[in-house]
């Protein structure tokens, strides 16, 4: 358990922050930061986008502030992990999801760092760690993603282990920061050949939550049913990496391709049910966010519109059943979601710009 729940971007304080500095009532963000760091800003072994001294320092950046203690013992939490990572290579061990996730991981701390702009020397030594995730495995005559973890997605135990596929926990959100960093000028060796990688693999595989180990050699088949679309896991949020990743390398028929995924996710008539609720990690407030990220970089934005505007008054309509107060699953991100506005840049802790 998180010992300062204020400090936990999630569900605390400082997802109320976030929405008050982009309605721009600064004085109030002011009173909300505050109230995070009354009894200190953690930097152990749980810091991470979410949690701890690196939510705060990405607040604080969408507020365009910044703090040297804070971004040193940011700098001490990335440290610290790219040489636990580096450990567990040389064991010859598989990464376990909180290593590299965007929510607890090594992607998610790398998104604080490109916060900062692409000059810092850390940012490439993330890239570069992505990069190597990337490269596949080989388990006697299977190949597998480097990403492949031993436990199931919620770290139980899984025979054979997963492949992650979601933006949250996998390769979409790996795929989401590299791209992003190629379109901001941030490349490290390897880089496009990782994103076109990352590509070919949620082409095949990004409607699907994740792959198990039965599912990818054969002996079970894999679900074919839809699964419900949203930001944290299925065809929209892995559709949105693909697209990034198509920007970044400047390949239209891939574009192309990752917003008709996007858009038959919001036309199926199989999966439209699925959704049911109005958070930010997976409801409505998550696919209006990630569709409107879409629509702003198609050369055919008009095509999502009236989902937009869907997705908008069904998300209006439930605000005031929402019982959470916080960012991912609560009333400030859907009330940031309903703005539609990403001023302060909010929307970088999803990956989706």
């Known amino acids: 358990m998180n010992p300062w729940p204020g400090q936990a971007l999630a569900e605390g304080e400082l997802g109320a922050a976030l929405l008050h500095i982009e309605r721009g009532h600064l004085t109030l963000a002011h009173c909300a930061l505050t109230e995070a ?7 152990g072994t749980t810091a991470c986008l979410f949690y ?6 990405f607040v604080l950046r969408c507020a365009g502030q910044s703090d040297r203690r804070i971004e040193g013992a940011v700098d001490a939490v990335v440290v610290r992990r790219l040489a636990a990572a580096t450990g567990r290579r040389a064991r010859g061990d598989r990464p376990a999801l909180a290593e590299f996730d965007l929510i607890r991981g090594l992607t998610g701390l790398g998104a604080v760092l490109l916060s900062r702009g692409t000059s810092t020397p850390l940012l490439g030594e993330v890239l570069a760690y992505l990069v190597e995730l990337a490269e596949p495995v080989h388990i ?3 190949t597998l993603p480097g990403w492949w973890t031993d436990t199931g997605p919620g770290s139980e135990e899984l025979a054979g282990g997963h492949a992650n596929n979601g933006m949250a926990h996998g390769a979409a959100g790996v795929l989401a920061l590299l791209a992003i960093a190629q ?5 490290v060796s390897g880089q496009k050949k990782a994103i076109g990688s990352l590509t070919r693999w949620l082409e095949r595989y990004g409607n699907t939550y994740w792959l198990t180990w039965d599912q990818l050699t054969g002996s079970e088949p894999r679900p074919v049913e839809p699964a419900r679309p ?3 896991y299925g065809a929209v949020g892995s559709a949105r990496a693909r697209q990034l990743a198509a ?3 400047g390949d239209s028929d891939r574009r192309q391709a990752a917003e008709n995924t996007a858009h038959a996710a919001l036309t199926d008539p199989r999966a439209s049910h699925l959704t049911v609720d109005a958070c930010l990690c997976h409801g409505w407030a998550g696919l209006l966010t990630t569709i409107r990220a879409v629509a702003a970089d198609s050369p055919d ?12 008054g069904r998300l ?3 605000l005031g059943s929402m019982p959470k107060p916080g960012f991912l699953e609560g009333r400030a991100g859907v009330e940031l979601a309903l703005l539609g506005t990403r001023n302060t840049g909010w929307t970088r802790a999803l990956l989706i710009d």
């Open 37 to 43: 760091v009354a009894d200190g800003v953690s930097a």
């Open 52 to 57: 701890g001294a690196p939510a705060v320092e």
């Open 140 to 142: 006697g005559d299977v």
């Open 183 to 187: 379109r901001h000028g941030a490349e």
């Open 230 to 232: 949203s930001w944290c």
């Open 247 to 249: 920007l970044a390398l």
């Open 301 to 312: 934005p008009d095509r999502f519109t009236g989902h937009i505007t869907a997705l908008a």
């Open 316 to 318: 209006s309509a439930a």
